[in-house]
Structure formats: structure tokens, C-alpha cells
């Protein structure tokens, strides 16, 4: 069966199915989310910590900008509509959040590795994998003290947004990380600098896996690298040629890098498996998903693959390393701002680096499925699945 056809039939699958558990009462084996990641499912957290945000982000689905790198929303978000449960709040975010079922430690331009620990890594952002798993930490540790105390002397306030105690071991933890960490000096060092440290990488994925199993997490979904060899931005940026280029416009040798990258790290996760009898671990083909969308847009209802929705330019691209969206600038003696096409509906890459709602969307329908996930792992058979409409 063509990806094509199975990704369709999938996504009919699942919206049936959803709309029919959902006319019961919905019941669900997950009862929070707790996500480690960059900017792909960064739901809040680096405007919390740097506020400055503006433009056309959020557009499609909450009308302004809501602290995510897209149009709407993301995986993660969809992922816990499809539970029952709230968007989650960012765990940097102390207004307004509400930790009942989960929190969000993913912040934009998050590296796996420490930034300082390679030559090769420079994100800006300082919560890399590492200190995001102490942020988890620092969390379970306070949940447990708030409920220690009892409601006659703790503060009922953070007791009423903090989980229950025993939720760690009900909860999905997801991971969406390592593409800054993949991309940020590629074009300067090449692929094969690239591949010095890509070891460390999947090292730092699989032994904090190890650590949140031992804080008492039993179910881990882990997302692979996306097809960079397709993204609008590196297209424009990173050096190639066209004999480089597939029948489709992508990159054929840094998706293939991506690949070597995925392949270690789904045999990590394998063996990982073995040292975590109990725990469930799931490897997610995020990557074959996005390149069937950026390959056959039109097959899922889109209609752009490597062009962007939000940037500068036009042309095959729409994108300018100048000017990223909802930015502006003077170039050429002109003001010029980086605006967003008027149907993201109709795109996979909402600025060039991230995805569109109605991309995500459709990658989130082939998690539910659980046809791309290694193991198969069908969350309809662990939970009553909600329209994500």
C-alpha cells in the first residue's frame, strides 16, 4: 500500500472512529502529557521566558499570536485534544498555567545536547534536553511536597493546578527534539561534521528516557527528524547543486543524513526497550510522514510542498534568510515585511522551518493511527479519541 493511500485511509479511519468513541463518555488511559522539545512543540514557553511576539502566528486557529511557530496548532496540541485533556501550559509560563495534566518543557531553538558541549551546537536557547529534563524533576518534587502537606496547611491554590502524585505513571511523555541540533551549523561544517556528534545526540534522547522511567513514567513517544532536505529555509541556505535535488525539489543528501540520524536512533530505542521491560517506548516515522506531504501535497489536500505560507520573496520558495515572517525590515531602500499567504490551509511549511496546522494535523492523525510507530502502537486502543477537528 502507497503512502499516499495510507495516510487517506488512516485519517478516515480515525475520525470515524473518534467520532463515534466520542458519544460516550471518553475515558483514556493518559491523563497528562508531559512534552520535551524545541520549537516544533513549543507551546508558549520561550515567549514566557523572552517575550516578543508578534505577527501572523496563530492565525488560523487562534487568531493571534499564541506563543507557537505556526499558523495554529501543533502535534502536541492535537494530541491532547484527541485525549480529552487541556492544551498544555508551558512549564516556564507562571501565569495562567494550569498543570493538571501535564506540562510543557519544549522551548524554541532547544538543542538536545548542552549548547556549550559542542563546537557544533549553538541554539539560542538555553533549556537544552538536559535542563529540561530538571525541570521535570523540579516538578515531580513539588507536586509531591504540595500533597505531602494536606489541604489543611498547603497553598489550595497550587494544589488545585498541580496533578496528583500518582499521575506519572498515567501520563504519555513525548519528544519532538533534535532538529536544531541536526541544522544549526550544518551549512557551515557540512554533513559530515554534522555526523561527529549525532552519536551524543540519540545517547542524550535514549539515557533521559531511562531517567523519567525511573521517576516513574512508563510510556515514551519519540518523533524522529523530519525531512530538513525539503524545509523551504534550507533549500535557500544550505549548498547544493541541482543534480542534489529530487524529483520532488528536495534535498536527496541531507534527507538521506536525516535518515542515517533516524535509523540510530530508532535502533537505540530499541535497545532501550530491552533495559525498560515495563516501559512501552515508541519510535514515531515523523519523517516519512512529512515526506509524503511535501512530496504529494495535492494527494492530502494541499497544495504546496516546498514553498513557504509566511515569508519574503515568492518565487518557489517564498523565503528570505533576511526577513523571516512577520518581520519587518529595510532592504533595497524599501520597507518590506514578511507577510503570510491568506490559505495555510492549503501549505505544509507554514515560514520555511515549521509546519503548518494542516500539517500537523495530518501527522497527528498517522500517530493516532499508530501505522508509522515502532511498534505499532494504536492510541485508539488506549484511549476514547476525541475529534481534532
Not at 507551546?43 to 516578543?52: D, M, N, S, V, Y
Not at 513525548?174 to 559530515?192: E, H, K, P, R, W
Not at 561527529?196 to 515514551?220: A, D, H, M, R
Request: with cysteine; charged share 15%.
Amino acid at each position: 500500500m502507497s503512502s499516499r493511500v495510507s495516510i487517506n485511509s488512516l485519517i478516515i479511519f480515525t475520525m470515524v472512529l473518534s467520532c463515534l468513541l466520542g458519544l460516550s463518555h471518553a475515558k483514556c488511559d493518559f491523563k497528562a502529557i508531559f512534552n520535551f522539545g524545541d520549537s516544533n512543540s513549543d507551546t508558549g514557553g520561550f515567549f514566557a521566558a523572552f517575550p516578543a511576539e508578534s505577527g501572523p502566528f496563530g492565525m488560523t486557529y487562534f487568531n493571534k499570536p499564541a506563543g507557537r511557530a505556526s499558523d495554529g496548532r501543533l502535534i502536541v496540541d492535537f494530541l491532547a485534544q484527541a485525549f480529552g485533556l487541556p492544551f498544555l501550559s508551558p512549564y516556564l509560563q507562571s501565569i495562567g498555567s494550569n498543570f493538571r495534566h501535564g506540562a510543557n518543557y519544549a522551548t524554541l531553538a532547544s538543542t538536545v545536547l548542552l549548547p556549550n558541549t559542542s563546537l557544533f551546537v549553538t541554539g539560542i536557547s538555553p533549556f537544552s534536553l538536559a535542563i529540561q529534563l530538571n525541570q521535570m524533576k523540579q516538578f515531580k518534587t513539588k507536586v509531591e511536597e504540595i500533597h505531602q502537606q494536606g489541604t489543611s496547611s498547603c497553598d489550595c491554590t497550587s494544589e488545585a493546578k498541580t496533578p496528583s502524585p500518582d499521575i506519572f505513571g498515567k501520563s504519555l511523555y513525548t519528544f519532538y527534539i533534535g532538529q536544531n541540533d541536526f541544522t544549526s551549523n550544518l551549512a557551515s561544517v557540512g554533513i559530515g561534521g554534522v555526523k561527529k556528534y549525532l552519536p551524543q545526540v540519540v545517547s542524550q534522547i535514549t539515557s533521559t528516557i531511562k531517567e523519567l522511567y525511573n521517576l516513574g513514567g512508563l510510556t515514551f513517544m519519540v518523533l524522529n527528524l523530519a525531512p530538513v532536505g525539503c524545509y523551504p529555509s534550507f533549500l535557500v541556505q544550505l549548498p547544493h547543486n541541482g543534480s542534489d535535488l529530487d524529483d520532488f525539489g528536495c534535498m536527496v543528501s541531507y534527507n538521506n543524513a536525516v535518515v542515517d540520524y533516524n535509523n540510530m536512533l530508532k535502533d537505540a530505542l530499541k535497545q532501550t526497550r530491552k533495559t525498560l521491560p515495563k516501559a512501552s517506548i515508541i519510535y514515531v516515522d515523523n519523517y516519512k510522514v512529512l515526506l509524503e506531504l511535501f512530496h504529494h501535497p495535492t494527494s492530502h489536500g494541499l497544495k504546496y510542498g516546498t514553498k513557504a505560507c509566511c515569508g519574503y520573496g515568492g518565487g518557489d520558495y517564498n523565503f528570505n534568510p533576511k526577513l523571516y515572517c512577520g518581520n519587518t525590515k529595510v532592504i533595497n531602500g524599501s520597507t518590506v515585511t514578511a507577510t503570510a499567504c491568506d490559505d495555510p490551509y492549503n501549505y505544509v511549511s507554514w515560514d520555511g522551518i515549521h509546519a503548518t496546522e494542516a500539517a500537523n494535523k495530518l501527522i497527528t492523525y498517522a500517530i493516532l493511527n499508530g501505522s508509522y510507530s515502532d511498534p505499532p502502537f494504536p492510541l485508539h486502543k488506549h484511549c476514547d479519541l476525541q475529534p481534532i477537528g
